[in-house]
């Protein structure tokens, strides 16, 4: 495996595992709720980061069916707890596996779709992905600080 495949599909692995992290960390009443100044919700930015994830490494990359609806990331509400967390558990095991199938040459090669008003390289275009995520995981942390006034998640123990 290409140690760039490696890489990411660790860091993707443990960043992912962190994000539903964040959803076992937030009961119902909090996951779609906001405070002012603040579009989103802790449940749709989970179901944004799916959608984007399954859509761009899994369909894109991994050739995974995947059929995207990105309004619905954002405008639906209530999307029951469990149903949530199969679908990100899911994603844990998903992107890393896709990513660490990822040959050196596929890496240097431009991605199929222009997301970003330029070219890029896969290897361009997932850590782009990558940053999203830490992004989008850094808001939910916040939002689910402020909701809750609960503070940071201790780290998960050690195997």
Excluded: C, K
């Excluded at 495949?5 to 962190?18: G, K, M, N, Q, Y």
């Excluded at 449940?43 to 994830?53: A, E, K, R, S, V």
């Excluded at 859509?55 to 609806?69: A, F, K, S, W």
């Excluded at 896709?98 to 850590?127: C, K, M, S, Y």
């Amino acid at each position: 495996m290409p140690a760039l495949s490696a890489a990411l599909a660790a860091l993707f692995r443990r960043d992912l595992a962190r994000l539903v992290r964040q959803l076992d960390a937030l009961d119902a009443a909090h996951l779609w709720h906001t405070v002012p100044g603040v579009t989103n919700s802790a449940g749709n930015l989970m179901l944004h980061l799916n959608g984007n994830l399954r859509e761009y490494v899994g369909r894109q990359i991994g050739g995974v069916p995947y059929e995207r609806d990105r309004a619905r990331e954002f405008a639906a509400r209530d999307v029951p707890q469990d149903e949530l967390r199969a679908s990100l558990t899911d994603l844990v095991a998903l992107i890393p596996g896709v990513i660490e199938r990822v040959t050196d040459a596929t890496w240097d090669e431009t991605f199929p779709e222009n997301v970003l008003g330029e070219p890029l390289t896969h290897r361009q275009f997932v850590v782009h992905l990558y940053g999203h995520l830490n992004y989008h995981l850094g808001q939910i942390d916040y939002l689910r600080r402020v909701l809750t006034g609960d503070g940071p998640l201790a780290p998960p123990p050690r195997p």
